[in-house]
C-alpha cells in the first residue's frame, strides 16, 4: 500500500523560510515525485518536481530562485526548501507520486494519482 505523509507546514511571515517533508512509502519506481498547493479559490497547481530517473527537476516560474526540491532515497523522503516566502504562497501543499509512464512534464497535478493528504502553509504580510 502507497502511503504519502507530508510535514513541516506553517505559518510565517513574508521572507521566511519553511522545510516541508514527504515520506514515500510503498512506491519505489516513480516516474515523477512532485510538489503542489492549492490556494483557496484556486485550482491545484504544480510547484516542484523530480524524475528520479534522471534527477531532472521542475519548478514552477512564480517560485524558481526560491524554491529547492531534494530526495533522500536512503530515507524515502521528498523535501521542498521554500525561501523567500511570499504572501501569495499560501495554500495546502500536497506531495505526490507518478508510477508509469512520463507524461511529458512532472508539473502536471493531472497527470498524478498517488497524494498526500497536504500540510498547510500560511504567509503573512
Known amino acids: 500500500q502507497v502511503r504519502l505523509v507530508e510535514s513541516g507546514g506553517g505559518s510565517v511571515q513574508a521572507g521566511g523560510n519553511l522545510r516541508l517533508s514527504c515520506v514515500v512509502s510503498?512506491?519505489?519506481?516513480?516516474?515523477?515525485m512532485g510538489w503542489f498547493r492549492q490556494a483557496p479559490g484556486k485550482e491545484r497547481e504544480g510547484v516542484a518536481a523530480?524524475?528520479?530517473?534522471?534527477?531532472?527537476?521542475f519548478y514552477a516560474d512564480s517560485v524558481k530562485g526560491r524554491f529547492t526540491i531534494s530526495r533522500d532515497r536512503a530515507r524515502s523522503t521528498l523535501y521542498l526548501q521554500m525561501n523567500s516566502l511570499k504572501p501569495e504562497d499560501t495554500g495546502i501543499y500536497y506531495c505526490?507520486?507518478?508510477?508509469?509512464?512520463?507524461?511529458?512534464?512532472?508539473?502536471?497535478?493531472?497527470?498524478?494519482?498517488?497524494w498526500g493528504q497536504g500540510t498547510r502553509v500560511t504567509v503573512s504580510s
Open positions: 505526490a507520486v507518478l508510477v508509469g509512464d512520463y507524461p511529458g512534464t512532472c508539473l502536471d497535478p493531472g497527470s498524478y494519482h498517488l
Open positions: 510503498g512506491s519505489t519506481d516513480n516516474t515523477c
Open positions: 523530480i524524475r528520479p530517473s534522471i534527477l531532472t527537476t
